[in-house]
């Protein structure tokens, strides 16, 4: 092939450190915009990024150009130090160690599109610790949970 071709949709999710709930309404349309533009620079495009005061979800097409683990380390780093910068309530705020990474069929992007706009209404019912173990099952991953909320 002359060209390289892709299309890897991809949910990522991860928490606050401790799930603390830092992200606070007025703070996360700002923290969104920010990591879109993070992304945007790293080749990859987010449909639509969401959450809840400890937690966001983004449905991104990744870029062919940098690896997931790249991507989300870039993402994860440059807006925690973005964060910090936005007042006094937000100097020790940091990301959990890890993340979630689910491929989506693109036949399922509109789907997890309104899943994501809709968290605040959905974490009413579910907490994330159920919300990640049910994802983590559903995609046939195994998890210690020992090591799964650092």
Not at 12 to 33: E, G, M
Request: net charge neutral; aromatic share 14%.
């Amino acid at each position: 092939m002359g060209q390289s071709l892709v299309c890897c949709w991809t949910h990522l999710v991860w928490s606050t450190k401790d799930h603390y709930p830092f992200l606070n309404s007025s703070i996360r349309p700002q923290l969104y915009a920010y990591i879109g533009g993070t992304a945007t620079n790293l080749g990859t495009f987010c449909e639509v990024i969401g959450g809840v005061s400890d937690h966001i979800h983004i449905l991104c097409r990744l870029s062919k150009q940098e690896a997931l683990a790249d991507v989300v380390g870039k993402l994860k780093s440059s807006s925690s130090r973005w964060i910090k910068t936005q007042g006094p309530q937000f100097q020790k705020f940091h990301w959990q160690n890890g993340y979630g990474a689910f491929s989506i069929s693109p036949g399922h992007v509109d789907k997890l599109r309104a899943y994501i706009e809709n968290q605040e209404e959905h974490h009413r019912k579910e907490t994330f610790q159920d919300e990640y173990r049910r994802f983590l099952r559903s995609y046939g991953i195994e998890f210690d949970e020992r090591y799964l909320w650092d």
